[in-house]
């Protein structure tokens, strides 16, 4: 048997919603901080590592599609993006996942979520953060309270 204990825990979501989803890579909105540990910076969407160590991270993308007429199809995608060394921010292999939604003229809009999760090594200063963005047809929106980002410090 054996006795896991996490060291720290950070846990922040996207209270507010509603930020458009484009072509375009944009920084996913972290407004609210649900468990914070002074491992962990939150500045301006992104988090700073503050100690070295393994790290579990989970971050989650709820999206709907905006009205429009017709029948459209997109890609929500959400992605991490990692500052190591102060290289400046670079999408993480593998660390991504992609949404397909439909939407059926502007009685049906399509909806959904995905979520990524990865582990990493991180020392101190490291940074990352959630990026969202779409391919196809129509123009997305994030859902309140849907997305967000936590991190676990396996050790």
């Known amino acids: ?33 649900r468990v914070s540990d002074p491992a962990y910076t939150l500045a301006t969407n992104v988090v700073t590592f503050n100690e070295s160590g393994l790290y579990r991270l989970t971050g989650r993308l709820s999206t709907t599609t905006l009205d429009v007429t017709g029948v459209t199809r997109s890609q929500m995608q959400l992605r991490f993006q990692q500052n190591i060394a102060g290289g400046g921010m670079t999408n993480v292999p593998g660390a ?54 936590m991190i676990e410090k396996i050790r």
């Open 96 to 149: 991504y996942c992609i949404d397909y939604i439909r939407e059926q003229a502007n009685t049906n809009n399509g909806g959904g979520s995905c979520s990524i999760e990865w582990i990493g090594t991180f020392n101190t200063g490291d940074q990352v953060q959630l990026t969202h963005q779409m391919s196809g047809s129509t123009t997305g929106q994030t859902l309140p309270q849907g997305s967000g980002l």
């Open 1 to 33: 048997f054996n006795d896991i204990r996490l060291a720290s825990v950070f846990d922040a979501y996207d209270n507010t919603g509603a930020a458009a989803v484009t072509t375009t890579q944009t920084t996913l909105n972290l407004d609210t901080t």
